[in-house]
């Protein structure tokens, strides 16, 4: 069965440096998301992106957050200059169509020292 | 605005007793309701959704729109059975993002 893969699966940066979760959404699929989970806490949503654009971005997707499909496979969420509140576990997700179910990757936990 | 509301942290039952996850939501429209469901280390599995009415793992759940919930329930839980479950609601509309609980951990003891 297709699955949403990420990577890697644990980045550790320096406060302040630029970081880049890639993940790699099944391949048919054309809704794809961001979501991070902090320790503790409930998952919670970042970025939806269609048709090469954001279709909607939470209160916590600032500007020091960026996605971008570079290619016909990868889909990336760049940090720009990251802080130590953004350690977390990010998610990647994606869907073929609107009324189908989301699948996830395994995560990637960014710590930030 | 929407929310999700999973009241309890953790639930724990004896092997062959009945379980029911909790989870009620807040939205104006009409949502759609997902269990998904995290065993020990693995990704976030979808288990539930409230359109296909089917039972998976002997889990069943119903939309109670009169009262907002969209509880968990198996009349016989099982070992296998322990893991983290989130319900989450996708509102009708945007690019239908999740919204998330706060999750519930299982545990079933034997």
């Known amino acids: 069965e297709p699955e949403v893969t990420q990577t890697p699966s644990h980045q550790v940066t320096q406060m302040g440096q630029e970081v880049i979760l890639r993940c790699v959404p099944i391949s048919n699929h054309l809704y794809f998301y961001w979501y991070r989970q902090i320790l503790g806490q409930k998952v919670e949503f970042l970025v939806s992106?269609?048709?090469?654009?954001?279709?909607?971005k939470s209160e916590i997707f600032d500007d020091q957050f960026s996605v971008e499909r570079p290619d016909g496979s990868n889909f990336t969420l760049k940090i720009r200059s990251t802080k130590l509140e953004d350690s977390a576990m990010y998610f990647c997700?994606?869907?073929?169509?609107?009324?189908?179910?989301?699948?996830f990757g395994d995560g990637t936990r960014l710590s930030i020292l | 605005a929407q929310r999700v509301t999973q009241p309890e942290k953790l639930l724990s039952v004896f092997k062959g007793a009945p379980v029911e996850l909790k989870c009620n939501y807040s939205y104006s429209g009409s949502p759609e309701l997902f269990w998904y469901v995290q065993y020990s280390r693995q990704r976030l599995q979808l288990l539930l959704r409230h359109i296909s009415r089917e039972s998976i793992k002997g889990f069943t759940a119903d939309l109670n729109k009169g009262e907002t919930s969209f509880h968990l329930k198996k009349p016989f839980a099982q070992e296998e059975d322990s893991a983290m479950y989130y319900c989450a609601l996708s509102p009708q509309e945007y690019g239908n993002k999740l919204v998330f609980g706060a999750g519930t951990i299982l545990r079933v003891k034997s």
């Open positions: 997700a994606s869907r073929y169509e609107i009324g189908q179910p989301q699948h």
């Open positions: 992106f269609y048709n090469n654009e954001i279709s909607e």
